[in-house]
């Protein structure tokens, strides 16, 4: 704090008693205060002090004439007044510019102190002459709204007792303005038991005062502010028809009115006052006058229209900018919900509903807002008799698609045969892939026989190519399914096409891809969709959900998991995305052999398997929940759809190219089981799916390995080439599954050993490992237990038992008991409950904070 005696020019005059009483003072809480007594004791003995109005300038004012008059001095509050003392005069902004040049010539002469007040006004030149003389003879003190602190720091001074409430309360409507909040604070102080309402209410009647005192001009601009427009000088001019240095004055005073923050923005608690003080009329006149001043000088934006739309302004000229900004919206992906916000406010603008319903559906569909896509799609479907085949074609594709995303595809294909072949037109092609996908064959041949392609379009020639591609799929014709494929996913990625579908071509071929292990060609078209960046919204994260998938069949579980751990959250997924993330996070910790993990996932998972139906796109999720629900003996609560899937599999006569995984997934569930003759049929269907597609053919040999294996009959050799065949079609954690369980159970110790060589090498190629920290000597594991005796103890802490020990670590059942017994002679215990608790306290159930490599849970489970 500055000093607070000092000999001015006419003499000393002291602010030590107003700094020591300023907490009970009126000056309490004023932002400025400190600032503006420091500066009244300063030898300079000019201040200036700006604000807006109602921020506190006359308190400040009348301050500094109570501390001259204090200290004997004979104060002037006019320009007019005779005398040498001090002369503290509020609202200079107020004088006319001779008086103005007057008061400048005064603070130049330097003979007396001078305390001014102002209201901004940059484009007047006489007061900024004057402000630029104050400002070089003394301090500028420039106040500000108050803060929630600096309000409850007011009511303190005074005495009242402000709850939480009340400050909420006062600090909301008065936005911060001292003279509101002096206004509610003298309720306060009219009746201390009032609440919150009452507070409310005074200093919504200060408000209302406030604008009774403003003129029509600056209640104009004040409304266009409220209304989102700012203070836009030539938006003004046009619509006050004033000349742009008025129009500059005028803006200067609404700023100062204290309705009008720094950013050119209306507090929102002031807002719904203005428009009531303008009246609807004048409001509506106003903004007829803004929009045509923007529609005749090309200058209406988007902004501009939304707001004149959410103002309640219908014109049809408004209407049309705004469908036409839709149909430009719906070609990007930086803003996915820009599209339906504008179609939202055209219909507010006055445009048809009907009309526009399927455009709005469409949008908020991109926007991934499926409610409101399918609602207006219902709308549109009950009036089939008043629209096209087109429209209805439309409608449903819109509908289907909301289904298909929700997992209901059933629905999705029970939309598109009520349509029928003879309406479906020019999306016979939609309508074919959907019905693929639920698996009827029969409908989906009479959609594209009966349907015409439409006009030839990026977007009718790439769904025409998507179809194909699936269809040639399922006829287990790979190289013509991928060939179709491809060129499909180059037309439908064009900016060109806006239409969605149940689901893009990037996401059936990636899914192709992994059900017949081309992990590599999935990575590849899955990272270039995405670098690329033209999907977004829920169609950009089904391509991340699926690039997690490709990274944890490759046993990369790390990225898998950092992935999914990435996706957005901002609201829940839609079905189909929810059922792939659930079934990545059983697989996850199924993989990483954490129970805990698994338990928690597969419950989490039950909302959404309950309500999905299988489908052809759905079945690597349902077969990693399908072991899930195996491992924790659960398996009834999901029966349900591995029977669909089976029969949609059999309608369409097992389509090796699709139907493998889930089989491979059968023999497993088998394996998990120890049923071998649950394992058959799988593995017969492998068999026969092997005479189409090299990666059935792998499956099939590690089917009959693991089948001779569960009994007893598997020779070392053969479990060896299976294990790499596994490796060489993309599996290898498979296949370092196979070799551990397997050398776990052939008789012989050199084989065994083999095995479990050849199982640590399918690990490591697997799981590449990370950069190895120094190990830290204080850390447990490194001074009291081997490497080896640590890995057994973690795995011990997730209460798996030896043989289950051995066969992540790819160890004898014997050799971990003899682990086990070194562990406990180490620690000293006594017994294994006394064993698990020093485990636990020693910290070996926990990632070690210097070792950075896999932990002994990263191997794949034996047995899930």
Excluded at 158 to 179: C, I, M, N, Y
Excluded at 352 to 376: I, P, V
Excluded at 509 to 532: I, K, M, Q
Excluded at 805 to 833: C, D, F
Aim: charged share 20%; with cysteine; hydrophobic share 45%.
């Amino acid at each position: 704090m500055a000093t607070t005696r000092s000999d001015g020019p006419t003499g000393p005059f002291d602010t030590a008693p107003f700094h020591a009483t300023t907490g009970g003072s009126a000056l309490a809480g004023i932002p400025g205060a400190p600032d503006f007594l420091d500066g009244l004791a300063a030898p300079a003995g000019c201040i200036l002090v700006r604000g807006d109005s109602g921020s506190g300038k006359s308190l400040l004012l009348g301050a500094a004439r109570n501390l001259f008059a204090a200290q004997g001095h004979d104060v002037s509050v006019t320009l007019d007044a005779p005398g040498t003392g001090p002369l503290v005069l509020d609202g200079a902004h107020t004088l006319d510019d001779d008086a103005l040049a007057v008061l400048r010539q005064l603070v130049q002469r330097g003979d007396r102190p001078v305390v001014v007040s102002t209201e901004a006004r940059p484009h007047r030149a006489a007061l900024s002459e004057l402000v630029a003389a104050l400002h070089s003879r003394g301090p500028v003190v420039d106040l500000r709204t108050l803060t929630a602190t600096e309000i409850a720091a007011r009511a303190h001074a005074r005495e009242l007792a402000l709850t939480p409430d009340r400050l909420h309360a006062l600090h909301e409507t008065s936005a911060g303005v001292l003279a509101a909040v002096d206004a509610g604070l003298d309720a306060l102080h009219a009746a201390p038991d009032t609440d919150a309402d009452t507070v409310r209410a005074a200093v919504t009647a200060h408000w209302h005062d406030a604008l009774r005192h403003l003129d029509s001009e600056i209640l104009a601009a004040l409304s266009l502010c409220a209304f989102g427009f700012g203070m836009d000088t030539g938006d003004l001019a046009a619509v006050l028809e004033l000349p742009l240095e008025s129009v500059r004055m005028l803006a200067d005073r609404a700023r100062a009115s204290a309705f009008v923050s720094r950013a050119d923005t209306t507090p929102p608690a002031l807002r719904p006052l203005i428009g009531a003080a303008t009246g609807v009329t004048r409001l509506r006149e106003l903004l007829m006058r803004l929009l045509t001043a923007r529609v005749e000088s090309s200058t209406l934006d988007d902004a501009t229209a939304l707001a004149l739309a959410d103002a309640g302004l219908e014109d049809p000229r408004l209407a049309r900018f705004l469908c036409n900004s839709a149909d430009s919206a719906a070609h990007g992906t930086d803003d996915p919900g820009r599209a339906s916000r504008l179609l939202t406010a055209a219909v507010r603008a006055g445009a048809d509903a009907d009309t526009l319903a399927l455009r709005r559906a469409e949008a908020s569909l991109r926007d991934g807002d499926l409610d409101t896509a399918e609602a207006l799609a219902d709308a549109v479907l009950v009036r089939t008799d008043t629209l096209t085949d087109a429209e209805l074609a439309s409608a449903v594709r819109i509908s289907a698609t909301v289904a298909a995303w929700r997992g209901a595809v059933v629905r999705s294909a029970d939309l598109y045969e009520w349509l029928g072949p003879d309406r479906v037109g020019g999306d016979a092609a939609v309508a074919a892939t959907v019905l693929l996908a639920a698996g009827r064959p029969e409908s989906a041949t009479a959609a594209l026989a009966a349907g015409h392609a439409g006009p030839p379009t990026s977007g009718t020639a790439g769904a025409a190519l998507l179809a194909d591609g699936v269809a040639r799929s399922v006829e287990g014709r790979g190289g013509a399914a991928m060939n179709a494929l491809s060129r499909a996913m180059s037309l439908l990625g064009s900016g060109a096409n806006t239409r969605i579908l149940p689901d893009s071509a990037t996401a059936v071929t990636a899914l192709l891809c992994l059900h017949s292990g081309e992990l590599t060609h999935a990575d590849s078209v899955l990272r270039r969709a995405l670098d690329a960046e033209r999907e977004s919204g829920d169609t950009r994260i089904r391509l991340l959900v699926l690039s997690a998938w490709t990274a944890m069949i490759g046993g990369d579980l790390a990225a898998a998991a950092a992935t999914v751990a990435a996706l957005p959250d901002e609201r829940p997924l839609p079905g189909r995305e929810a059922l792939c993330v659930h079934g990545l996070r059983v697989g996850l910790a199924r993989r990483n052999g954490d129970v805990g993990a698994l338990r928690n996932a597969w419950a989490a998972a039950q909302p959404v398997v309950a309500g999905y139906s299988a489908d052809l796109f759905s079945l690597l999720p349902l077969g990693e929940l399908w072991l899930a629900a195996v491992r924790l003996d659960d398996e009834l609560r999901i029966a349900h759809l591995v029977e669909q899937a089976q029969e949609l599999l059999a309608r369409l006569g097992e389509p090796p190219l699709w139907g493998s995984a889930l089989h491979w997934y059968g023999v497993q569930a088998a394996i998990l089981g120890e049923n071998p003759s649950r394992l058959l049929p799988h593995a017969r269907a492998l068999a026969a799916a092997a005479e189409v597609s090299s990666y059935s053919a792998g499956l099939a040999a590690a089917g009959r390995v693991w089948l001779r294996l569960l009994r007893e009959e598997a020779d070392a050799a053969e479990v060896e080439a299976a294990a790499h065949t596994l490796e060489r079609i993309g599996l290898p954690w498979d296949g370092a599954r196979l070799a551990g369980e397997a050398a776990l159970r052939v008789p012989d110790t050199k084989g065994a050993t083999a095995l479990l060589h050849v199982a640590r090498t399918l690990r490591d190629t697997a799981a590449p490992p990370s950069p190895a920290a120094d190990a830290d000597p204080a850390e447990p594991g490194s001074t009291v237990l081997t490497d080896r005796e640590s890995d057994v103890a973690a795995l011990l802490l997730l209460g798996l038992t030896h043989r289950e020990v051995g066969a992540r670590l790819y160890i004898a059942p014997k050799t971990v008991e003899h682990h086990v017994a070194r562990i406990r002679r180490r620690l000293g215990a006594q017994s294994r409950s006394e064993l698990m608790s020093m485990l636990r306290a020693l910290g070996y159930g926990e990632p070690s904070r210097g070792d950075s490599r896999r932990s002994p849970a990263a191997s794949p489970i034996v047995g899930g």
